[in-house]
């Protein structure tokens, strides 16, 4: 492990924390990208940007999937907390179908139960149409 790495993941007192940098928790998101072809591909990090610039340098730390479907831009972010929760909420998002994804990305918002990780989609609602009077 390097030095800078090793001192970062140091907290107060210089025991080492894990999952927490400079004494700070960090704090895990969960972000949606869509590729060129209008594929969804879903992670989890604590620094959004710097994953993302990962992604479409289309280096070794992109993620193998992005390789092949190149990364067009991020379309959802969100925090979730700890590291444990993240990846809960991550496994049940990939569980979904692609219309409810969707939904959720249009959205703009995850609603989640905090233990289990489960996922409440929004309810698509039909568009309302007046009534024609005769």
């Avoid at 969804?40 to 070794?60: P, W």
């Avoid at 496994?91 to 609603?111: C, H, M, N, S, T």
Wanted: charged share 25%.
């Amino acid at each position: 492990m390097s030095r800078g790495r090793q001192a970062a993941w140091r907290g107060a007192g210089g025991v080492l924390l894990w999952g927490q940098r400079g004494g700070e928790a960090l704090i895990w998101h969960l972000y949606v990208v869509r590729t060129v072809d209008r594929n969804l591909y879903a992670g989890v990090s604590t620094d959004v940007a710097r994953r993302f610039a990962e992604h479409a340098s289309q280096g070794r730390k992109a993620a193998k999937y992005l390789r092949a479907h190149r990364p067009a831009r991020l379309v959802f972010s969100q925090a979730i907390g700890t590291r444990s929760l993240a990846l809960k909420v991550e496994y049940r998002f990939k569980q979904l179908a692609k219309p409810q994804k969707e939904r959720i990305v249009r959205a703009g918002r995850l609603y989640f139960d905090e233990v289990s990780g489960r996922i409440a989609v929004p309810v698509r609602r039909p568009a309302i149409v007046p009534r024609q009077r005769i």
